[in-house]
């Protein structure tokens, strides 16, 4: 698990992961959120469902898939943290809509 080597102070937002209230830093990515959290995965393995977590950072990977404000296949690490922000893990396959 993660940490931040200093204190955010004023700058913090709240961001909602699976429903649960998160302190997260302006300005930071929802990968570094997720990647300090107890469950630092993301999404699953479309076929065996196994966790994966943020890898490259850079956006290189696709790692690091997640659901923003209902909008599924987010890159985390390309994604600033906003207050009210609610993120999703992305859980096995995704559907395609017609």
Excluded at 53 to 64: I, K, N, Q, R, S
Excluded at 71 to 79: D, F, H, I, P
Aim: with cysteine.
């Amino acid at each position: 698990m993660f940490r931040k080597l200093h204190d955010p102070g004023a700058q913090t937002v709240t961001i909602f992961i699976d429903g649960r209230p998160v302190p997260a830093e302006a300005g930071e990515s929802v990968a570094a959120v997720l990647l300090r959290q107890p469950e630092a995965w993301c999404r699953t393995t479309p076929i065996s469902e196994s966790p994966r977590a943020p890898y490259c950072m850079t956006g290189v990977c696709f790692e690091c898939l997640v659901e923003v404000d209902g909008l599924a296949s987010v890159q985390g690490c390309l994604t600033p943290v906003r207050n009210g922000m609610r993120v999703a893990r992305q859980q096995g396959p995704r559907s395609l809509s017609a």
